[in-house]
C-alpha cells in the first residue's frame, strides 16, 4: 500500500518563475492537506482540499499561490513568480475524511535562486 | 487562535536513556498527532492519541485533554530516535492542525 507520493522531491527555480508541486494522496484518501516548513520551523497549515473542491485555504498567501485537486490526477500546489522568501520544504498529507489522522509525503524542498 | 508549546526545545541523550517530551496547547481540541521528523527529514506518523495512553514498540504516548497536555515517552533510546518531534493538535472542527515548534532530539551512540 503506497504511502503519500510527492514529486519532485527537489526543486530549483529562479526567481520570477513557476513552481508546482505535485501531491498523490494514499489509496482510498479523497482528503489533502499543504504545509510549508521554513528552515529550522514547524510545519505551517495551507490549504485544504477535497476532490475538486478546497475546502479551507484560511493559510494560503493571498497572492501567486494557488492549489487544487481534480477529479483525477494529483493535487497540484502552485507559485507563481517565485521569489527566494518562498525557498522551504513544502509536505503534503492525506487522509480518509476530513479533520481525522493525517499522513504526510516526503515533502518537496523548493529553493529559489 | 489555539497556541502550542513543547518542551524542552532541545535534548541530548546518550543512548539506551529514557526520556519525556511535553506537549501543552492552549484550548481544547479534537485530535492531537504526535510525529518524529528524521534528519532526512521525513515526517513519520508516531501517534494519533486525542486521549488516552497508546504504546508502539520502546515509545508511548498518554493525552489527558482535559488538562490540555500530552506526553510522548521514549525508553532505550536509540540514534536512529534522533530528529525533532512534532505534536500537532486539531482545534475544535472545522480548524485545521496546528503544530508545535518540535523538540530536537540527540542521541549519542
Known amino acids: 500500500n503506497a504511502g503519500v507520493m510527492q514529486n519532485p522531491r527537489h526543486l530549483v527555480r529562479r526567481r520570477g518563475q513557476e513552481a508546482r508541486l505535485r501531491c498523490s494522496p494514499m489509496k482510498g484518501h479523497s482528503h489533502v492537506y499543504w504545509y510549508r516548513q521554513l528552515p529550522e520551523e514547524g510545519l505551517k497549515f495551507m490549504v485544504y482540499l477535497q476532490k475538486e473542491n478546497i475546502i479551507d485555504e484560511s493559510g494560503m498567501p493571498k497572492e501567486r499561490f494557488s492549489a487544487e485537486f481534480p477529479k483525477e490526477g494529483p493535487s497540484i500546489l502552485r507559485i507563481q513568480q517565485v521569489v527566494r522568501g518562498d525557498s522551504a520544504a513544502y509536505f503534503c498529507?492525506?487522509?480518509?475524511?476530513?479533520?481525522?489522522?493525517?499522513?504526510f509525503g516526503p515533502g518537496t524542498r523548493l529553493t529559489v535562486t | 487562535g489555539i497556541q502550542v508549546e513543547q518542551s524542552p526545545p532541545d535534548l541530548i541523550l546518550q543512548e539506551g536513556a529514557n526520556s519525556t517530551l511535553r506537549c501543552n496547547f492552549s484550548?481544547?481540541?479534537?485530535?492531537l498527532q504526535w510525529f518524529h521528523q528524521n534528519p532526512w527529514g521525513q515526517l513519520i506518523n508516531l501517534f494519533y492519541?486525542?486521549?488516552g495512553t497508546k504504546q508502539n514498540g520502546r515509545l508511548s504516548a498518554t493525552t489527558v485533554a482535559t488538562e490540555r497536555y500530552s506526553l510522548l515517552y521514549i525508553s532505550s533510546s536509540q540514534t536512529t530516535d534522533s530528529g525533532v518531534y512534532f505534536c500537532?493538535?486539531?482545534?475544535?472542527?472545522?480548524?485545521?492542525?496546528?503544530f508545535g515548534p518540535g523538540t530536537r532530539l540527540s542521541v549519542l551512540p
Open positions: 484550548d481544547s481540541v479534537n485530535n
Open positions: 500537532a493538535v486539531e482545534p475544535p472542527v472545522g480548524q485545521n492542525f496546528v
Open positions: 498529507a492525506s487522509s480518509p475524511r476530513g479533520y481525522y489522522e493525517q499522513y
Open positions: 492519541i486525542p486521549s
